[in-house]
């Protein structure tokens, strides 16, 4: 049966139209009982989006034709769909980016675990097809995977359910309402990325890392000095090895990270960090002049600290908080915490929008105060000019306050 007879008895489909989009062609009786145009433009240029858009154009046609209620559901046995749904994550047919080959294994073992998957979970309860899934079952599901999962996977369990109840609902076996409520459940909150409970590391543990970061070999760059700067300043990983002579403002005891055409941080937005000691001016200095006969870059201090935490595990003495130089920045939010300043100011230091942000991916827990490491610190990196002759005194002049 030809296309123009099937829209003559009402069906509906997709045509590709002149302009290179895929378009909805209703029937001659759909378009007349549903009020729509015969045919009318996905805004899709590929059929599988044109398909997508053709689910979401039914619901909506079917809600307004029955006055706002919800469109008939057809219900989908559960264990086809979710095989139906990991076939098309799988394949990259979802919208968005392709899952590699880890991401789908969590998947599936994550729905169809026969210790507390999803698919199994609901058949226990009687929930054989996907228009009696709703967010109390995934909202039972994900208690139980609680008391055994860490929050992380806890979160990518949730993911993949909000995955699985846009899929059911663009082939309508799950009605609106429903998937909804499910993309509303919100996470536990994540222990990836927070400092932890002991979250400033001690004046033994940094001197190890600085020894540790120090060259091997003559010429070679000089990652030490860096790595004290960023903790005394918390400036990001881009920011402190761009660093220059401009941004420093010793007059007010201020750091200016700018925000133009030859450095841009990575929230786009200038900030200052006041508060900064005398000490701290010194050794910003030490870094620049040390860039400038040495060149630096951030994938060689990324590469630098991996190496000195692998040495430092080697000589077992191991850096007991996260191996990349975000520690560093975290150890500054959380000696800022403890010495007393607000957390408004730690956020403004640190170039976030939110308080929370600060706190919930810098700020570990502990049970007791310790004072503020950079204040009255000596230098550790910097080098120490000749000392010179002041009312018959000798004085280092890379001494702090």
Same mark, same amino acid.
């Not at 979970?121 to 909202?139: C, H, K, N, Q, Y």
């Not at 003559?218 to 000095?225: C, I, K, L, N, S």
């Not at 308080?355 to 919930?360: A, F, G, I, L, V």
């Given at each position: 049966?030809? =296309?123009? =007879? ?12 002149? =302009? ?20 009318? /433009?996905?805004?899709? *240029? ?11 154009? +039914? ?73 009696? !899934? ?9 208690? &139980? @995977? ?24 663009? @082939?309508?076996?799950? /009605?609106?309402?429903?998937?909804? /409520?499910?993309?509303? !459940? $919100? ?18 543990? !940094? ?56 450095? $841009? ?7 200052? !960090? ?83 942000? &600060? ?8 049970? /007791? ?9 000596? +230098?550790? &990196?910097? &080098? ?9 005194? +000798? ?5 702090? *306050?």
């Amino acid at each position: 049966m030809s =296309s123009r =007879s099937r829209a003559k008895r009402g069906e509906v489909g997709l045509v590709l139209l002149r =302009s290179g989009y895929w378009g909805i062609r209703w029937g001659r009786r759909a378009a007349r009982e549903r009020g729509v145009p015969p045919i009318e /433009s996905t805004g899709a *240029r590929s059929e599988r989006e044109a398909k997508r858009v053709l689910r979401r154009r +039914l619901t909506e046609v079917d809600r307004a034709t029955t006055g706002g209620a919800s469109p008939i559901v057809v219900g989908e046995r559960t264990d086809v769909a979710v095989a139906e749904f990991l076939r098309a994550y799988q394949a990259g047919e979802l919208a968005g980016r392709r899952p590699s080959d880890a991401t789908v294994d969590l998947a599936i073992r994550l729905l169809l675990g026969q210790d507390r998957g999803l698919l199994h979970f609901a058949e226990l309860r009687g929930r054989r097809e996907t228009a009696s !899934i709703d967010a109390v079952v995934v909202m039972r599901w994900l208690e &139980t @995977r609680a008391v055994v999962n860490a929050p992380d996977t806890i979160r990518l369990a949730l993911y993949a359910a909000k995955r699985f109840a846009g899929f059911a609902f663009e @082939r309508v076996w799950m /009605s609106r309402e429903v998937e909804r /409520s499910i993309h509303a !459940i $919100r996470p536990p909150p994540a222990s990836r990325g927070r400092a932890r409970d002991d979250g400033v590391p001690s004046d033994a543990e !940094i001197a190890a890392l600085l020894r540790a970061l120090r060259p091997r070999r003559e010429g070679a760059a000089a990652y030490d000095g860096i790595a004290e700067l960023q903790l005394r300043l918390g400036l990001r990983r881009g920011e402190v090895i761009a660093i220059q002579e401009s941004w420093l403002d010793e007059e007010r005891a201020c750091v200016h990270v700018p925000c133009g055409p030859r450095f $841009r941080p990575k929230d786009r937005q200038a900030r200052t !960090i006041d508060g900064v000691d005398p000490a701290t001016f010194v050794l910003a200095r030490d870094v620049i002049a040390k860039k400038e006969r040495t060149p630096v870059s951030v994938v060689g201090y990324r590469q630098a600290f991996r190496r000195a935490c692998a040495r430092l595990a080697a000589a077992g003495t191991p850096w007991r908080y996260r191996a990349k130089t975000q520690a560093l920045r975290a150890g500054h939010a959380m000696a800022s915490r403890l010495a007393g300043v607000p957390l408004s100011v730690v956020a403004l230091r640190l170039g976030h929008e939110s308080e929370r942000t &600060t706190e919930r991916h810098y700020l570990g827990r502990t049970g /007791s105060s310790v004072p503020n490491p950079f204040r009255d610190t000596p +230098l550790r &990196t910097a &080098t120490r000019p000749a000392a010179t002759q002041d009312d018959g005194e +000798l004085r280092d002049t890379t001494k702090a *306050r």
